[in-house]
């Protein structure tokens, strides 16, 4: 998904949390995991918006495999 005029390159966690549907508190633990990429910016952290893309899409390829297994 490419970023338009007026889309943020990099996310806070709650807006990330938000573009996913859920909740904070999973928001920090996937980044904890390191399944969602994030950044410090200073003393930020910031979730890339395209590490979003990228997560969904590791979701997607995840789920076909199990599909294709049963």
């Known amino acids: ?3 338009t005029a007026g889309e943020h390159l990099v ?4 807006d990330a949390a938000e573009r996913l549907c ?3 508190t999973l928001m920090y633990s996937l980044v904890k995991a390191g399944a ?4 410090r910016i200073g003393r930020l ?3 890339p ?3 979003l893309d990228a ?7 995840h ?8």
Not at 11 to 14: F, K, N, R, V, Y
């Open 36 to 39: 969602i990429e994030s950044v």
């Open 1 to 3: 998904m490419a970023i």
């Open 49 to 51: 918006a395209e590490a």
């Open 22 to 24: 859920i909740g904070r």
């Open 45 to 47: 952290r910031r979730v």
């Open 63 to 70: 789920n076909a495999d199990d599909v294709d297994a049963v």
């Open 55 to 61: 997560f969904v899409r590791q979701l997607q390829h």
């Open 11 to 14: 996310l806070t966690m709650e």
